[in-house]
């Protein structure tokens, strides 16, 4: 089967990290614009807050990011959680997919030892150091494996499923 297109391939992710928060008891919505600064919102219905996702969707094992030059560690504004969305399609018309859940500070840790293993084979190779700002950040499924189907931290972030 051919690939996704990636317009379509962005917006598959965001949707179906919203089906998976909402079969969970969470109310959550797309954003919508060309000036958006997040990809979805979780609400809680027990504490009156919303969360904010920012959604990667790939086809290969890795995600761009550019989390470096975006966001800072302890960023006010970088959103609460990442949801890093593998889609590989089958033959058949069918899908393969994987969740990855991970908070700002374990993708900003992530994305740093990957940063740090890459400057160390740069300065080895080229003799100096590389411009990490003008590079692309990316995590491989590999880096964020452990962080599979980890819902529960948004969950229990808004204080558990929405009541009926």
Known sequence: MAKIPSYLLNL????????ELNKRGVFATVT???RKSVDVYAIG???RRALK???????QDRFVTSITQKYLANDTG??????????EPNED??????????????IWHVQN????A??????????????????????TVADVKQYKDQWSKIVDRLGGPASG
């Open 12 to 19: 598959a992710g965001e949707y179906r990290v919203c089906s």
């Open 32 to 34: 919508y614009g060309n």
């Open 45 to 47: 219905d027990r504490q």
């Open 53 to 59: 996702i920012e959604v990667k969707t790939s086809q």
């Open 78 to 87: 970088a959103p609460d959680f990442w949801v890093l969305v593998q889609i």
């Open 93 to 106: 018309g069918t899908f393969n997919e994987q969740f990855f859940v991970l908070t700002h500070q374990e």
């Open 113 to 116: 030892a990957r940063n740090e």
């Open 118 to 139: 890459y400057l160390k084979k740069y300065i080895a190779k080229h003799g100096k150091q590389f411009d990490l700002s003008k590079g692309v950040d990316n995590v």
